[in-house]
């Protein structure tokens, strides 16, 4: 079973960055794909930033897309989501989720998940 905790959400204005955090459980976190997902009120969970086990690969939506930027350190079982020129529709519930030695492209078939942290952006 792994666990997840998400840190570092808040409240920013327009423009504004946030680093969001989540720590892993997992004794092998190395050999788990990394993703961020989040959920804005009224709206289905979306894929926000993946990064692949082994060779850290990264794949972005195109709304996050150079503007956000996912990374790991597995000696901290931790994978951030710097998040730059933010924008209020970035406002949302975001969620970390791992699978194990997952595709980094494929979106679906998460095993686990946070509890989630808000960002919220105001205009």
């Known amino acids: 079973q792994v666990q997840l905790v998400e840190s570092g959400g808040g409240l920013v204005q327009t423009g504004g960055s946030l680093r969001l955090s989540c720590r892993a459980s997992?004794?092998?976190?190395?050999?788990?794909?990394m993703s961020w997902f989040r959920q804005a009120p009224g709206k289905e969970r979306e894929f926000v930033a993946a990064i692949s086990w082994l060779v850290g690969s990264t794949y972005y939506a195109d709304s996050v897309k150079g503007r956000f930027t996912i990374s790991r350190e597995n000696a901290k079982n931790t994978v951030y989501l710097q998040m730059n020129s933010l924008k209020p529709e970035d406002t949302a519930l975001y969620y970390c989720?791992?699978?194990?030695?997952?595709?980094?492209?494929?979106?679906?078939?998460?095993?686990?998940w946070g509890q989630g942290t808000q960002v919220s952006v105001s205009s």
């Open positions: 989720a791992a699978k194990y030695r997952g595709h980094v492209y494929y979106t679906e078939g998460y095993d686990y």
């Open positions: 997992a004794p092998t976190f190395s050999m788990y794909t």
